[in-house]
Each structure stands twice: as C-alpha cells, then as structure tokens.
C-alpha cells in the first residue's frame, strides 16, 4: 500500500488549502481514510477519518465546520478541504488508512507541511 501526500504549502489565516492523497496498492472497500496532523514539538494527532464506502464521515472538534474530508473512489484518492484556517492549524498532516475491522492505522503517507501566517 502506497499513500502519497501533497497540497501543503505556506498560507495566510482566514484562508483556504486543499490537501490530497492518493491511495494504491490494493483495493480499500470497506477501508477507512483518514488525515492526521503532527505539529512542531506535540503529539500526532486525529483530524478527520472518512469510509471508502459508504463516505461516511468523523472529525476532531478543533476542525469540525471548517475542514471537509472527501473521497473520489475512481481517482482513489481522498482530499481534506481546510476552510478558515487558523496558525494553530500549522502541521505536519499525514495521510493514513485502516481495514473497518480494526482500530489501527495500518498504512501512513509521507506527510505534507501546512504553514498559516497571522
């Protein structure tokens, strides 16, 4: 399983950036997607997750109304709509997945660099 990463770039806050990772390797039905972040000196932590499937979705509360995670099952490839970004939004996101039987995130991207600027 590959996931590639890519859209992070530097950004001012209050505005907007879409992040993309394409999926291979293997087929995800009834696999979740999700994006994770990791910011300079703190844990990793949760974003948003997202069913291949069904596209049933889950968001952290600190992004809940602002980001939208999305999924194109003929492009295999799931994209994170950040809206009104903030600079505690600045991170390291990463892409990951996981079979729906399990809890662990079994498959990581590469991670792309969102800076926000005040």
């Known amino acids: 399983v590959q996931l590639q990463a890519s859209g992070g770039g530097v950004v001012q806050a209050g505005t907007s950036l879409r992040l993309s990772c394409v999926a291979s390797?293997?087929?995800?039905?009834?696999?979740?997607m999700g994006w994770f972040r990791q910011a300079p000196g703190k844990e990793r932590k949760f974003v948003a997750s997202?069913?291949?499937?069904?596209?049933?979705?889950s968001y952290a509360d600190s992004v809940k109304g602002r980001f939208a995670i999305s999924r194109d099952n003929a492009k295999n490839t799931v994209y994170l709509q950040m809206n009104k970004l903030e600079p505690e939004d600045t991170a390291v996101h990463y892409c990951?997945?996981?079979?729906?039987?399990?809890?662990?995130?079994?498959?990581w991207g590469q991670g792309t660099l969102v800076t926000v600027s005040s």
């Open positions: 990951a997945s996981r079979p729906s039987a399990t809890y662990e995130w079994r498959n």
């Open positions: 997202i069913t291949w499937t069904s596209g049933r979705t």
């Open positions: 390797g293997r087929s995800f039905r009834d696999w979740y």
